[in-house]
């Protein structure tokens, strides 16, 4: 898996171009009425910008809108699954089942990049959610960070040494679940107050990204630094791998 944009300098002449990465977005899981999370959507709460952001990665983008299979998960390089549904926001809400969970994590084994981006208790699932999050060390608490003021907006910035976001960028976000990490190998990218905001895991030959947020929709995705660190996030997670 190989981003063309980071390969298109060293290209021979008559050589043939690398597949380009495919990132799919879970729209069984999260299929709201007025929806949420969508590729196309420009409202506050659609992914249209950060859509943009991967169209200039050329990056192949899809939705699947059926559960997950093995057979459908070798359709994609990387998962993004986002705040699934509760009955309140569906009539017929679709968790994720143990035998999705076992074969996204079979995925990840593999070299599947999987984003997992929860949401705050009320407007998220998350007891089928950690039956996913769980087999990677992770947890999402069903609770509403506060930082040390007691904020519910969150403004943390990136501190030196992290591997993914440049030091001095400000991460924003609202009312955000925060997360329990187990597992050893795990490294959080950003926390506030003790608590684990961001968290990754090396999973086999995959990797597994977890936010209690849906954070880079429309409404939010130009705060602060948002978008830089989109685009930063993204090509690191897409990069090539050894």
Request: charged letters at 20%.
């Amino acid at each position: 898996m190989t981003l063309a944009l980071l390969v298109a300098t060293a290209a021979t002449p008559g050589a043939q171009s690398p597949p380009r990465p495919r990132v799919v977005l879970d729209g069984f899981h999260n299929r709201e009425p007025q929806p949420h999370y969508r590729w196309d959507g420009r409202y506050a709460g659609g992914f249209s910008d950060l859509a943009g952001v991967l169209d200039t990665m050329a990056v192949l983008r899809t939705t699947v809108e059926e559960p997950l299979t093995p057979a459908v998960l070798s359709r994609a390089d990387c998962l993004i699954i986002v705040d699934p549904d509760i009955p309140s926001e569906s009539p017929d809400p679709q968790y994720i089942s143990a035998s999705e969970a076992q074969a996204v994590a079979g995925w990840v084994n593999g070299g599947g990049l999987l984003l997992l981006l929860g949401n705050d208790p009320g407007n998220a699932e998350f007891e089928h959610l950690n039956g996913l999050a769980s087999r990677f060390g992770l947890r999402f608490l069903e609770k509403v960070h506060k930082d040390a003021k007691g904020n519910v907006k969150l403004t943390i910035t990136v501190p030196p040494g992290n591997p993914v976001f440049s030091p001095g960028l400000q991460f924003y976000a609202v009312q955000v679940a925060p997360l329990e990490v187990t597992n050893p190998k795990a490294q959080v990218l950003l926390e506030d107050n003790g608590e684990p905001i961001l968290a990754v895991v090396p999973y086999g030959r995959g990797r597994v990204l977890a936010l209690g947020d849906p954070w880079l929709y429309n409404e939010y995705i130009h705060t602060r630094d948002n978008y830089q660190m989109a685009g930063q996030l993204l090509h690191w997670l897409l990069r090539p791998r050894p």
